[in-house]
């Protein structure tokens, strides 16, 4: 029995994948609460929480693409064919938002809001777009001859537009809670504040992406609801239910670290349920990981890279939050 490449390197990137959401996804949730936080000083407090650990983030997101790229060069010419315009937008908002890291710490005071509107516009403008780019993969692609069929605009329906700004709140959640973690006194009670509203919008908004999918998708709600299917995948939805019930208890009473966790596992099975909804299917709604891959030879290669650099990376990682481990306080700085 041959080992299944293209089953392995889907792993690979939904492995990154998943990493460059719960590792990035704190960072621009940072920036998505910037406007409720006007204290320069907590402002401050709030970047340097992630100022020594963003830029390391975003290895996962070029590991993502670069293995797409060599695993599924269909996937890869196809998906960027479909979204070209909101991937370029989202580009631009991670390069204002990691320009503003770098500049706003040697900004004059008076000059700093310009890159407070730079790391706000930067972190917003990738977020919304990451998740547009998401609903409209959901939503399927027109595929002929190995091409993409659609026109410059077949991105933008409701539906994607409302996972943009859901992938906004679950960010925002996810930096709230981070900044629980993190940080003490006064900021910490305000994103205490903030992350309650936050868990009941993403809340609402896993129940109408739960509905408007399989409504939209027949295959997604036979996936879903037909038996024995509709045994095997119901521990996801009730597991969400109680991570939503733990989240609410844990964030307004003296958990620290805990309601970080949870939106990771909140994450996790929201991600969990994507797969289930398009498992085997590269390229929505038909184009499986087999018929999408590359040459067995170019696999193999490739993953002998893959191999050796995933656990550096990990590794490098791991160092890193280790070293700036703990609390951040007024005073800490990144320079």
């Not at 679950?170 to 900021?187: F, Q």
């Not at 050796?308 to 990682?317: D, K, S, W």
């Amino acid at each position: 029995m041959g080992i299944d490449l293209p089953l392995i390197w889907a792993v690979i990137i939904l492995f990154g994948i998943m990493m460059y959401v719960v590792m990035d996804g704190f960072d621009l949730g940072i920036g998505i609460l910037f406007p409720f936080v006007p204290d320069k000083e907590d402002r401050d407090v709030m970047m340097n929480t992630v100022a020594p650990v963003w830029d390391g983030n975003e290895t996962w997101l070029v590991l993502g693409g670069a293995g797409l790229l060599a695993a599924f060069p269909l996937a890869y010419a196809v998906i960027l064919s479909a979204f070209y315009l909101p991937l370029i937008l989202m580009l631009i908002g991670l390069v204002f938002r990691g320009v503003a890291f770098e500049f706003r710490f040697k900004a004059r005071l008076g000059k700093r809001r310009w890159w407070d509107l730079a790391f706000i516009g930067g972190s917003v403008t990738a977020t919304f777009f990451q998740g547009v780019t998401l609903g409209a993969f959901l939503n399927g692609l027109r595929v002929v001859d190995g091409n993409f069929a659609g026109g410059s605009f077949d991105w933008v329906s409701p539906f994607s537009l409302f996972t943009g700004l859901a992938l906004l709140a679950a960010y925002a959640l996810l930096g709230a809670t981070w900044l629980i973690m993190k940080t003490d006194g006064e900021l910490q009670r305000r994103m205490r504040s903030l992350a309650t509203p936050l868990v009941w919008v993403m809340l609402l908004v896993i129940a109408a992406l739960s509905a408007w999918t399989p409504l939209a998708h027949s295959a997604i709600a036979h996936r879903w609801f037909s038996l024995p299917n509709l045994f095997y995948f119901a521990p996801v939805p009730l597991l969400v239910l109680l991570v939503v019930w733990r989240l609410l208890r844990d964030v307004p009473g003296d958990g620290h670290a805990s309601p970080f966790v949870l939106t990771l596992c909140l994450l996790f099975l929201g991600y969990t349920g994507l797969g289930i909804s398009l498992w085997p299917n590269v390229i929505p709604p038909d184009i499986s990981i087999w018929q999408a891959a590359g040459p067995s030879q170019s696999l193999g290669f490739a993953l002998v890279g893959a191999l050796v650099i995933i656990p550096i990376i990990l590794m490098y990682t791991a160092w890193s939050y280790w070293v700036f481990r703990g609390k951040v306080r007024h005073g800490d700085g990144y320079h």
